[in-house]
């Protein structure tokens, strides 16, 4: 029986999508929303120098990044921490792709259309049971009118259910492949194995097609995400705490404050009662005489 890797692994996943074109190919086409005339037929990786230098990818994968016989480029990415800035970077990365096509002087006609494609391994919005979010610019007055240079598709693993029959079945296959198979994987659901690309795919996971120091750089690979999650969860922890001190801080001086003005309220109520001047009161609360006379007619100080 054999026993795979998690293809989620930075590693693995370069293994898989960053050498082989033709499982690449048979992905992209399966999980991105392209028309049906505008299938990936053929798929080449850029060069060194044809790929600009992205920001922030700690902990994901930006290095698989390809053109297909269209033109068309992409950017995939399998992403394992979710951060507040994350759909900024994707925008920023997916647009330096675009810009730098060109050279000093070469026409804007020559750009071509650039997905970036991220698989995240966390929840995103958790206002939001959608697990697909595909992004593009879209007229303002009428959704039918769109530009289609740039565009984001951004998965979701953890929300992943194959709920729909209107689904794509094999876009629901892959998606499975990355959810499903880990290290724990004793059987294979015999659907996956029904597609050739997925079964081959799944044959680059077997710990048996790794060296020993391949497998010691797959065992890395997640001990440096195990330390990032516990870091990024300590962050979190410590300014959620700084936040709920300052949050008590400012309620009990607001309480503290509110007290004070209810007392004044008070004194001054009741030396009114006892016949005591305007002037004598406001000397004693440490009010002007206008602020006074506005607490003995119920108005706010």
Known sequence: MPRYLDPKSDFVFKKIFGQHPNLLKDFLNAILPLPSDCVIESLDY????????????????????????????FIVEMQLQWTSDFIKRMLFNTAAT?????????????????????????????????WFHHYRMISAHDHKKSLEDIQLVLIELPKFKPTSITQKRLAILWIRFLKEINEKTK??????????????????????????????AYDQS????????????????????????????????????????????????????????????????????????????????
């Open 187 to 216: 059987i294979v659901d015999p659907s996956l194995l029904e597609v050739a690309s997925i079964k081959e795919a799944l044959s680059l996971l077997e710990i048996s097609a790794y060296t020993e120091a391949e497998l010691l």
């Open 222 to 301: 997640w001990d440096a995400v195990s330390s990032e999650r516990t870091l990024l969860h300590g962050k979190y922890k410590d300014g959620k705490a700084e936040g709920l001190a300052t949050g008590f801080a400012k309620g009990l001086a607001k309480g503290e404050a509110k007290g004070r003005v209810e007392g004044k309220v008070e004194m001054i109520h009741n030396l009114h009662q006892l016949g005591i001047s305007l002037e004598q009161i406001a000397t004693a609360a440490q009010l002007s005489c206008v602020a006074v006379s506005k607490v003995k007619c119920n108005t706010l100080l």
């Open 46 to 73: 850029l060069t060194t120098e044809s790929v600009p230098e992205l920001v922030g990818f700690k902990n994901s994968i930006v290095d698989v990044r390809c053109l297909d016989n269209h033109g068309r480029r």
């Open 98 to 130: 675009y810009a730098r096509q060109l050279k000093k002087g070469e026409p804007y006609d020559q750009l071509s259309p650039v997905y970036g494609v991220a698989l995240l391994d966390a929840i995103a919005f958790n206002d939001d049971a959608e």
